[in-house]
Each structure stands twice: as C-alpha cells, then as structure tokens.
C-alpha cells in the first residue's frame, strides 16, 4: 500500500462537526491525521476544493443473494454502493432462503467478499426464517459474524416468542433490530390513512399503527434491557416515546429512511409504483418533524433501505406491485436536498449517514479521525445532474428519483485506502 495525500479538500468531519479546508493523510489504508504537510515520496491527490467526508454506512441494504440474484448481486450492488459514496453496507437477511444459520451466513459473506468492492457486513434473522416464533442460534451466528440480528419487515405477533429472543440477545450483547409496526393494521396497506389515499382509494394504514408497534418494542426492551434500534420512525406520532424511552435511559437508537426525508404521500401521484414503499410515504408534516428529530439527534441514522424489485413486480396495479426502490447511488444527491434547504449540515448529513451506524454497530468507520479506516468519499455537493435510472449500476431500476433534477455527485470513493470508484 502507498501513502496518499488529500490536499485542496474541504474536509467534513462528522466527529467534530465541522466543515473546513484542509488535507488529510492515508498510509497503508489507515489515516495518519489531518492538515500535515505531505510526507516524502507521498501521492498526491488534489481534491479541486470539493468535499472530503468518511465514507456512508448504509445499514438495511438487500442483496439478492441467495434466491433473488436476479434483482441484485453482490458484485452489482458493491459496485452501485463504490458509485454512491457508499463504503460499507449493511446487509440485510430477508433473502431466499432467510440468512437464519451459521452455514448460510458464511457462505453469503464469503460471496460478498469474492464478489464486492466495497465492505459488506450482514444481520442475520431475529427468528428461524423470519416467522417470528422460534429464535435463531443467536450465539452460533454471533461467532460467525453477524453484526445484528433482524426480521427486517416481518413483524412478529408472538410477544412472548420476541421476549425471549431479546433476553437471549441482551445475555450476549447483541444488537436486535426492530421495524415498529402493528402488524394487523399494516397488513396488505400500501398508503399512509387520510384525504390523498381516500381519494385515490387505496388501502391506508393509520400513521398511528408506527406508535403502536413501537410502543410494544419499546415496552419489551424495558423488560428484558436488550440492545434496540429501530430501523424506520416515519411518523411524528412515534417520537414521544422514543424520547421517553432515550430519556429513561434505555439502550435504544433508531433510524430512517432518505427516501422519507425527501418524499411524502403526495408523490405517489397516479398510482407511481416507484413510489411504493414499507412503510408507505407519510405526510408533508410528518416529513418535517422527522428532519426536525434528525436535527436534534432523536433519530440517530438516515439510510437507503435499497431493495431492488424487477420490472415485471413493479408493472402492476399499486396495491399489487412490490414495495421499496435502489438507493446506493441515490443516497447523496438525495441527502444533498436535505442540505440545500437549509435543513441539516454536511457534518450533521454525514453524522447521521457514517459515524452514528458504525458507532451503533461497533465499527471503526464512519470517521476521518487518525487511525482510522481510510473509507472516503470525495463529492461536489453542487454539482447537478438529470436522474436517469438506466445509468444506475444497480441490475433493478426502480427508483422515485428518475427524471428528477437533483444536486451531489460522487467523484471518488476509497476502500482502505483503494480507489474503487472514480467519475
């Protein structure tokens, strides 16, 4: 490995919150520090004045691999997340079959690291194949590397089985993964209740049943003082209790989704299926207060929830089509409307995008700090650019944002200190 040098950059640095020119120094994939002098014999990389940051950690990506290669491989999707910014994922486990053993993990993350040029890291599944009833073998999948455990949109209604599992979890020191819904209400909703879904008569779930099934999660940590983060709070309804919950000291964070920082009910407009999603879009006011919570560090991570569906899944009447969108190459320009309403900034953007999941999850990411991985991103935050979903590298095109004018461009991406993406 050399030694590079980054200099004429404007460095984001979420750990300090600030947002400065200077340089930075990479030996060997680790950063040595900021704002040195180039050491002898040291590559040089001018940064143009652009925007230097830690590379984002996307947690609650879906890979298609095993069952669903055709939707997104290891290999497609490492290449879309390089072209994004994105340095590290965070797999999720809803594959076919459900990542629920040692052997099935071990095989997807020894796929991931033949085929990805980027870090991919997996959750395994809370229950045996995501059923909600009986609990994995959290030890066994814990010494095979799994970084959480999840049953990602398969919210269990067996109390006492998910009682069990987050004692079991807590007993081990694992991190479980909640999606708060009630799951009767939700069940077969494809829009969030009110006047617009009324009007186009599609079937709406009260933004209320988020609270409910938040609150029962949360009540749940309570009893049994595991480790929780709660993978997408969408709704305002939900954010008194999860700073009650903060507040009672609980080991509880949460996270949401860009496409519901930057979206709301009304996009859906003619029954788009692009803008189908799990949870549905919610209301602009609901909107606003979830940037408002990410604000003031009530919400703690933004990220993708990148899940690929085919063309034939998403041709279909909106009740009917699949839910969610690819968002690897997505996630920074989509973030950038954040910044350029004067809503959040870049350290605070990549606070919430970098440092805080791999803090959460126990990595050594997600910083520019000495020591640390050499994982970066360098990005014009203003640069503009048509969406065209064609141009994705993801294998699925199914994106709200195509046609959209947007702002951000990712430059140049590093692994370790590798360039694995260069425009």
Not at 21 to 40: C, E, R
Request: aromatic letters at 6%; charged letters at 20%.
């Amino acid at each position: 490995m050399s030694t590079l040098h980054f200099h004429n950059a404007r460095l984001i640095d979420p750990e300090t919150g600030t947002d400065a020119p200077g340089t930075l120094t990479v030996k060997d994939g680790v950063i040595l520090g900021q704002d040195g002098k180039a050491p002898k014999g040291a590559t040089l990389i001018d940064c143009g004045g652009k925007c230097l940051a830690p590379g984002i950690v996307d947690w609650g990506v879906k890979i298609g691999e095993p069952g669903e290669r055709h939707r997104e491989s290891f290999r497609s999707a490492g290449l879309a997340a390089a072209a994004g910014g994105v340095t590290t994922i965070i797999a999720r486990p809803d594959t076919l079959p459900a990542i629920d053993t040692p052997e099935t993990l071990e095989f997807v993350t020894r796929r991931a690291q033949e085929s990805a040029p980027v870090r991919i890291r997996h959750m395994a599944a809370l229950t045996k194949g995501r059923e909600g009833r009986e609990m994995t073998e959290i030890g066994f999948l814990l010494d095979a590397g799994a970084i959480a455990f999840t049953d990602v949109f398969a919210v269990s209604t067996e109390t006492k089985a998910l009682s069990r599992a987050l004692t079991y979890a807590r007993s081990l020191g694992a991190l479980v993964v909640g999606h708060p819904q009630e799951a009767a209400l939700s069940k077969g909703a494809s829009t969030t209740s009110g006047k617009f879904a009324s009007l186009k008569g599609l079937p709406a779930v009260s933004p209320l049943a988020e609270r409910m099934g938040l609150e029962r999660d949360l009540a749940l940590v309570e009893m049994t003082r595991a480790r929780y983060h709660a993978d997408q709070i969408t709704t305002a309804a939900s954010l008194p209790a999860l700073q009650r919950a903060k507040a009672a000291g609980l080991d509880v964070t949460a996270g949401t989704s860009i496409h519901h920082l930057t979206l709301n009910e009304f996009d859906v407009g003619d029954y788009r299926t692009f803008f189908k999603f799990t949870p549905p879009l919610r209301s602009e006011e609901d909107r606003q207060a979830i940037i408002a919570a990410l604000a003031d560090g009530t919400i703690d991570v933004i990220a993708s929830f990148h899940t690929p569906a085919d063309e034939e899944s998403k041709r279909l009447p909106f009740e009917e089509a699949a839910a969610g969108a690819v968002a690897l190459e997505t996630i920074l320009p989509a973030a950038m409307r954040l910044y350029h309403g004067g809503h959040l900034s870049l350290p605070a953007l990549f606070r919430a995008m970098a440092l805080n999941p791999a803090q959460r999850l126990g990595l050594p990411q997600g910083r520019i700090s000495e020591d640390a991985p050499a994982d970066l991103v360098l990005f014009d935050p203003d640069a503009p650019f048509q969406m065209d979903r064609f141009a994705l590298r993801s294998k699925s095109k199914n994106t709200p944002f195509d046609g959209a004018r947007m702002e951000g461009k990712v430059l140049a991406t590093w692994v370790a200190g590798a360039q694995v993406f260069t425009a």
